[in-house]
């Protein structure tokens, strides 16, 4: 239903920091709670962070809490993910999907693969010194 679009990555040292965009093209997302997940090559989509509609309630994986932070724009159809002190396990593509029910916004509900719509085409983020 939308098409979403992120980009943001590249090559960045351990330690650093990099912030993602996800933006959404030909509808609104501001009905639409956003998932962030990643894949490292050979390994699984996993769960990083979700955000409710109105940007008023996040979730974040264990694995990455403290590190990345997810925020949202629905002005500009936009939501975000700032990491920092990325570290060479954090190399992966990147992914942002969309959810087109709001009615169930709970973490159990957003945390699942399957319980996303619409994803984007991902992008590649490398930790390297």
């Known amino acids: 239903q939308v098409h979403l679009v992120e980009f943001g990555g590249g090559l960045v040292q351990p330690g650093g920091s990099l912030s993602l965009t996800c933006e959404g093209f030909g509808h609104p997302i501001d009905d639409y709670p956003m998932g962030w997940f990643r894949q490292a090559p050979g390994k699984g989509r996993d769960f990083l962070g979700a955000i409710t509609t109105d940007g008023g309630r996040t979730y974040e994986a264990d694995s990455v809490k403290g590190r990345f932070t997810i925020s949202r724009d629905n002005a500009k159809n936009q939501v975000y993910l700032h990491m920092v002190n990325l570290k060479p396990e954090d190399t992966a593509v990147y992914y942002c999907?969309?959810?087109?029910?709001?009615?169930?916004?709970?973490?159990?509900?957003?945390?699942?693969?399957?319980?996303?719509?619409?994803w984007g085409q991902g992008t590649q983020v490398t930790v390297s010194s």
């Open positions: 999907a969309a959810r087109r029910s709001p009615i169930d916004q709970t973490l159990l509900t957003l945390a699942v693969v399957a319980n996303y719509d619409d």
